[in-house]
């Protein structure tokens, strides 16, 4: 997850609302620099850090709400609505990468602890999606599924990666709209004001 930048360039003789913009304003650029991956559908990484730098604006709007403008209302439903949006896509992103491994695990035949060193050395790096506890239960010999339960899950990936498909492309109509409204432009016109 990509990191908050330090809010530097406040001042304690100001007012709330004056430091609130400056954390607003710098809230919205960290947004804007993970903006290039909305174009990616499938940089689930580069989604989901945009996703967070959304929250982040959102949440600094609704922390210094009694200090903004009331126009910021309609930014932060926006902003709520890209969070939700972008928090399906990665749900399902995580579902999807969950339902392959316990497939992959039957079919590769992959060793339990070559599995386990593998997710272990992925989670040190920071690049796992799910606790590390419950991919080790996912490609437990014991619990790979048997031959019906191996078809229902097949089926449920086929269904989760059409509802993924769908889910982003709702992300990227929304996003498509806020471009052409510019909003990031009518965001830093109503902190400016």
């Not at 809230?27 to 620099?33: A, N, T």
């Not at 497939?103 to 386990?116: H, R």
Request: hydrophobic residues 40%; aromatic residues 6%; glycine residues 4%.
């Amino acid at each position: 997850m990509a990191k908050a930048r330090v809010v530097t360039g406040l001042d304690c003789q100001e007012t709330t609302g004056a430091n609130a913009r400056i954390i607003a304003m710098i809230r919205l650029e960290e947004m804007y620099r993970q903006a290039k991956y909305a174009d990616h559908p499938y940089d689930v990484q580069g989604l989901h850090n945009l996703r967070i730098a959304a929250k982040r604006v959102r949440y600094t709007l609704e922390v210094f709400e009694e200090a903004l403008p009331a126009a910021c209302k309609p930014i932060v439903d926006e902003l709520e609505q890209l969070q939700d949006e972008l928090g399906a896509v990665h749900d399902s992103d995580v579902m999807i990468a969950l339902l392959r491994l316990c497939l992959a695990s039957q079919d590769s035949g992959m060793a339990y602890e070559q599995a386990l060193a593998q997710v272990s050395k992925r989670h040190a790096k920071g690049k796992l999606m799910v606790p590390p506890e419950l991919v080790a239960q996912l490609v437990e010999p014991s619990t790979l599924p048997t031959d019906e339960e191996r078809h229902g899950l097949e089926q449920l990936l086929q269904r989760r990666i059409q509802r993924r498909e769908e889910e982003y492309a709702a992300f990227q109509q929304h996003w498509q709209q806020l471009a052409e409204r510019d909003f990031r432009r009518q965001v830093l016109t109503v902190l400016d004001s």
